[in-house]
C-alpha cells in the first residue's frame, strides 16, 4: 500500500517496492547489512518482496536485521562474514545457497573514512573487498546474475576531503570498476553504483555536533541530514527491473548537496 511522503520520520519516506518487478522469493545478497545503510537496504528488499541474505562481520547486527525482516513475514538468513578475507566469502557463499541462486548483490560494506590501516591496506580493504565478492558472486551464480549496486560515495567523486587519502580514492576506485561490469558484462549482470553525501547512521552520528561538518550540512538544499531509506531506496530501485535500461551509473543521493 503507498504511503504519502508526509509520514516521513526519522525512519524515512515509506513507498510499495513491491512496485520494482522483483519475482517475490529472489535471492539477494546485501554485505555490511548489520547496521545503517545496508541495514536499511536489507530491510528494503524484504519489503520488495526479496529473500535477503544478510552479510556482515558483526554477527550480533546480521542477526538482528535478519531477525527483524523474519519476524515481519519476509525471509532472511544471517551470514557472519568479513568482505575482506576469501575464506569468510567463499563459506558465505556456501551458507547463502541456502536460499538460493544469488540475482542480486548490495555491496555496501567498507571501512570507516577514519582507519588505523596503511594507506594500501586500507584500499585493498574498501576496493578489494568489492571485486571479491562480486567475482565470486559471478563465478558461483554468473547464469542467475541480474544487477548489482555498489556503494561509492559523494567524496572522490564529487567533492574531495580532508580526511584519510584512501577513502576518496577507493570510492571513485569503486565507481571506476562498476563502469568496468557494466561494460564488460554488457548488462548481464547490470552494475550501477550510488554516491551517499552525510548518511545518518551509527558510523556519522558522532560527527553531527561536530562545527565542520554543521557549516558543510548548512548548504545541503534539502534542509537535512541523509537517512539510510533514503540510499536504501535509490538502491534497491537501481537494483530493480523497473532500472532495466540503466547499467553503468553513478547516482549521487546527497539532498542536492554536491549541486550547491
Ligand atoms: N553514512 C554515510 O554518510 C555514508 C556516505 C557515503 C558512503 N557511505 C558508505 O556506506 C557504507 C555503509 O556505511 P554506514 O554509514 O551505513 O556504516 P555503518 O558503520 O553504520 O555500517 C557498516 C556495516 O558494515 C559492516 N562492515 C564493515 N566492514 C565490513 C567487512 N569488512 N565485512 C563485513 N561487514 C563489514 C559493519 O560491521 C557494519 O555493520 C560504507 O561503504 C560507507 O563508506 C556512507
Redesign the pocket.
Known sequence: MNQPASTQTLNGPIYDFRALGFAPGEVVVV??A?????KATALTAAKSALAVAV????AK?ANETAQAINASGGTALAVT????SDKDVARAWDESARLGPCRYLVN?????MVTELPFDASLA?AMG?IYRVTTSWMERHGAAAASVVN?S??LGNFQGGTGQAFYPVAKAGIAGYTRHLALKHRGQPRANAVA????L????QPYLQNENTRVRLARIPAGRTGF?EDVAAAVMFLLSPAADYINGALLPIDGGWTSS
Do not use: E, K
Open positions: 554485505t555490511g548489520g547496521s545503517g545503510i545496508g552479510w556482515d562481520m558483526d547486527g562474514a568479513d568482505v575482506g555496501n560494506a567498507g571501512p570507516s580493504l573487498s556503494m560515495s559523494v551517499p553525501g552525510f548518511i547512521t551509527p558510523r556519522t539510510p
